[in-house]
């Protein structure tokens, strides 16, 4: 059995009715794919480098939404996303002036957030059991397709979880996410097979 990794996966609780803030999860934004009028070359409109404050307002829901999968958690992904534009604020020119910052702001939110699964969180835990839901219909289906499959991400080690979120959701290539991950190009293959591998069980089981 395949998994279906949907690009606009709603950062939602379970139970709060699958409506991401700001939007529903039709016009969520998806990853790398700007909407028109959001700056995605690293330039503002005069063609300087882009500036901290038009990265922030065009590309910080994608970064966002990387988050959210990576924690599962709305709030920690909001942390997350904050801590990381913490870390750049101070070298942002040199940054901005190398190209598009988006693939380096990426890297510095991964790397931090596997620095924040090796402390001790009491926060939200997977769990193989979803609540009972009424029939469903189709939209509120494909809701339940998608809570399942987050909480099912929760049940990754955080190295497989970054390895399929990075290569299935960000669409980056292996020896891309390789670079982000800071490890080979094989441990990104093992790291991914093994991730679907363990995500097929727990949609199975589940």
């Given at each position: ?184 190009v094989g441990t990104v ?18």
């Amino acid at each position: 059995m395949g998994v279906a990794f949907p690009t606009d996966l709603p950062m939602t609780e379970p139970g709060a009715g699958g409506v991401p803030p700001g939007g529903t999860p039709a016009d969520a934004p998806t990853p790398d794919r700007s909407p028109v009028g959001v700056a995605s070359d690293g330039l503002d409109d005069d063609g300087a480098p882009l500036s901290f404050d038009r990265y922030v307002r065009d590309r910080s829901p994608a970064l966002l939404r990387t988050a959210f999968l990576l924690t599962g958690d709305r709030h920690r992904a909001e942390d997350l996303v904050q801590t990381t534009l913490t870390k750049v604020l101070d070298r942002w020119d040199g940054i901005a002036a190398r190209g598009d910052p988006h693939a380096y702001l990426r890297t510095v939110l991964l790397r931090t957030a596997l620095g924040w699964r090796r402390r001790k969180w009491e926060g939200e835990r997977p769990s193989s059991e979803l609540p009972d839901r009424a029939e469903a219909t189709d939209a509120t289906a494909t809701i339940d397709r998608r809570d399942r499959l987050r909480v099912a991400l929760l049940g990754l080690p955080p190295r497989q979880r970054a390895a399929v979120v990075l290569r299935h959701y960000e669409d980056l290539s292996e020896a891309d996410t390789a670079a982000v991950l800071g490890c080979s190009v094989g441990t990104v293959k093992s790291q991914t097979a093994k991730g679907l591998e363990r995500l097929r069980a727990l949609l199975t089981d589940d």
